[in-house]
């Protein structure tokens, strides 16, 4: 149940790693129990020998039930644990992202500052090159936009909902007996 509804990875790198340490204790819980699941499974399987023919079925599947429910959480557990390993690394290098944009812009516009020092050639296919490679640099220069937007758009506030519940009044007053 804990993981079932332990809620969404969260943005901020602190609270994140709040989460992660939450989720370790979790998981040295989960391993201290595996003795008590592993000696469980002991204790059923030796009343396998000793009990009536008739239970063996029903002993059979509650340590199957046992068994897979386990491995369930267990992989759940893994599972979560990758995913706060890279939600956790993606945090990190959207933090150093506005450290590196500054140098990232500096270079973008060296680059257009030396390209616009030299003089146009008179041939074509010169200038049609430098038309290819302008044209490159654009590409260069948007293709970092979703990382940027990521950076700059400011956290958004969760929405209130809009509708009412009804108040406890008008639900006695629309029950009949």
């Known amino acids: 149940m804990e993981l079932r509804f332990n809620g969404q990875l969260l943005d901020d790198q ?6 992660i340490g939450d989720h370790k204790r979790f998981y040295e819980e ?8 592993n000696d469980t499974l002991v204790k059923a399987n030796d009343i396998l020998l000793k009990c009536h023919s008739d239970a063996v079925s029903v002993i059979r599947q509650w340590i199957t039930i046992i ?13 979560r644990d990758h995913r706060f390993e890279e939600h956790i690394k993606q945090l990190r ?5 506005p450290e590196e944009l500054p140098k990232w812009l500096t270079k973008q516009e060296n680059t257009l500052v030396d390209r616009d020092a030299e003089p146009l050639p008179d041939d074509i296919p010169t200038v049609e090159k430098l038309i290819e ?13 979703p990382e940027l937007d ?5 956290k958004q506030q969760p929405k209130l909902s809009t509708t009412r519940k009804p108040s406890r009044k008008s639900i006695k007053t629309t029950r009949r007996f």
């Open 14 to 19: 602190d609270e994140c790693v709040d989460q």
């Open 30 to 37: 989960l391993n201290e129990k595996e003795s008590e699941k």
């Open 67 to 79: 068994q897979s429910r386990w491995d369930e959480v267990s992989n759940w557990s893994r599972q």
């Open 93 to 97: 290098n959207s933090a150093e992202l």
């Open 133 to 145: 490679e302008h044209n490159q640099l654009m590409e260069e220069t948007v293709a970092p936009t």
């Open 150 to 154: 990521r950076v700059c758009k400011p």
